[in-house]
Structure formats: structure tokens, C-alpha cells
């Protein structure tokens, strides 16, 4: 279990492309999973963890088991964005992080987010190899 209070909180900025959006600019309610999957890609990556390598060299994968998101208003076409990541627990096999997506300080998306640990090529559920908890348990 990770200690709550002194957890860092990472951020990621990313703003609302045309593509993003429905024909009146508002973004599709899909498309925060994508900003919030590339958030809690760079995180790993300021962590110093690359996925690929990952896949390449430890033979893991981390994939989404469950996630729960309340939806409080919408971003729209253009649209600046703060994605935040902050890592809540942290298990043998798994860990859960607290996802947020805010627009100048007002909070649109609020996730939690639980991510399993999986072989990369069974994809059955393994252990979260010892440097990559280190590294989280240090954060």
C-alpha cells in the first residue's frame, strides 16, 4: 500500500483536437480514455519505463482491469487540457491510480483506474516486476 498523502501527481497536457469532437466541437465521452491511456503512458515514461521495452524485455504488459469515471462537464474543440495521474495503491500484480482531467482549474473528468499486470504472451495475470514497484514505492 502506498503512503496517500505525500503522493506526487503527474501531469500531462494535451489539448482537444477537431477529431476529438462530435459536430458541435463538444469531445466524445470515448475519447477521455484516450487521453487518459497516453497520461498513464508518460507517466510510466518519466518513471523511466518504456511499454514496449516492457513487452520486449520483461515479457509484461499492463492493461486496464476496471475503471470507474464521473463525467462533469465537457471539454470542447480547442480546448487546453490537464491530465492528472496519481498512483493511490500499488499490489504484487496490480495498482490503482486516481485520474482527473481539468480545463483552467475546473475539474471535468474524474477516473479511478485499476491496471493489471499481464504475460505478454498468455495474458495471464504475473507479478509487477521488482524494479518497476521500486520505482513506484519511490515516488
Given at each position: 500500500?502506498?503512503?496517500?498523502?505525500?503522493l506526487p501527481i503527474f501531469q500531462?497536457?494535451?489539448?482537444?483536437y477537431y477529431e476529438d469532437t462530435d459536430a458541435g466541437g463538444v469531445v466524445y465521452h470515448s475519447q477521455y480514455l484516450n487521453f487518459?491511456?497516453?497520461a498513464r503512458t508518460e507517466?510510466?515514461?518519466s518513471l523511466g519505463f518504456e511499454?514496449?521495452?516492457?513487452?520486449?524485455?520483461e515479457n509484461i504488459l499492463f492493461v486496464v482491469h476496471s475503471m470507474q469515471m464521473i463525467f462533469k462537464k465537457s471539454a470542447k474543440f480547442d480546448d487546453i487540457l490537464l491530465v492528472e495521474t496519481q498512483l493511490m495503491e500499488l499490489r504484487r500484480g496490480s495498482f490503482v491510480c486516481t485520474q482527473k482531467i481539468i480545463r483552467?482549474?475546473?475539474l471535468l473528468i474524474q477516473a479511478?483506474?485499476?491496471?493489471?499486470?499481464?504475460?505478454?504472451?498468455t495474458f495471464k495475470p504475473t507479478g509487477i516486476p521488482t524494479q518497476i514497484k521500486c520505482k513506484m514505492e519511490s515516488i
Open positions: 500500500m502506498i503512503n496517500q498523502p505525500t500531462w497536457s494535451v489539448r482537444v487518459m491511456e497516453r507517466w510510466l515514461r511499454q514496449t521495452a516492457l513487452r520486449d524485455s483552467q482549474g475546473a479511478q483506474v485499476k491496471i493489471a499486470c499481464v504475460n505478454a504472451v
